[in-house]
């Protein structure tokens, strides 16, 4: 057991191709809480993807943050949630990514190499795409997806990305996900239609149902009420559920 691991949290490296020191990004490293739970992830990002599990229940389900390196917020708010929920007891199973490529988080660069991993989880061993064959490996119920979207981007408001096809449990959780936090919800037909390669399309078209959550931010930035906006999109994710009460 590694000795930073104070809390005993379960961590397994899922790429080891994308390791970085997420300390370098100060935007990122000056907002987050060094608790102990913290501190040990942040050792462990130098290694490659960090998935950490969290209860031993059913339903499963799979947190993803940092997909984008330069979108800050929901990385700090998966970290916090960690701390939140690690010592409760729990009507389920998560595994939580918060850093899905720290190399990225550290360069503060949406892309991995000159890749958008949210437009290649179709493409063989991607991040996202071994993002996605872990969440089918491990039976996973859902996958929520934590963004920031800039001001005068694509969507440049805070939302819940949705399909209706092929999974409309798509379309349910994004409605309770808007309903309970406010967050805008923003629907497509069909999953792959326009987005490509993303990975709430690419799940949902595997039968995984998976929602993209949004909040509004600069890039490359954080404060405190962003992070606490993408917080309580992951809370009423895990709510819906009934993962916690």
Partial sequence: MD????NNLEVEIISKESGGFISANRNIFNNID?????????????KGTPMIKIGDAYPNLMLVAGVHGNELAPQ???????????DLDLNGTLYIIPFASPKSTMDNSRYFDGIDLNRSTHLPNSITNTILKKAKELNVSAIGDFHSSAPNSNPGKEGVFCTQKPCDASFFIADYISKKVGS????YPVAGIPFKGALEDESNLAQIPSVTCEVLSA???ANEKICERSYLQMIAFLEYFGIID
């Fill in 3 to 6: 000795d930073l691991n104070k």
């Fill in 34 to 46: 060094l608790s102990d739970n913290s501190k040990f992830i942040l050792n462990q990002a130098i």
């Fill in 76 to 86: 700090i708010a998966a970290l916090k949630l960690i701390d939140k929920v690690f």
């Fill in 184 to 187: 805008e919800k923003i629907i």
């Fill in 219 to 221: 890039i490359g930035y």
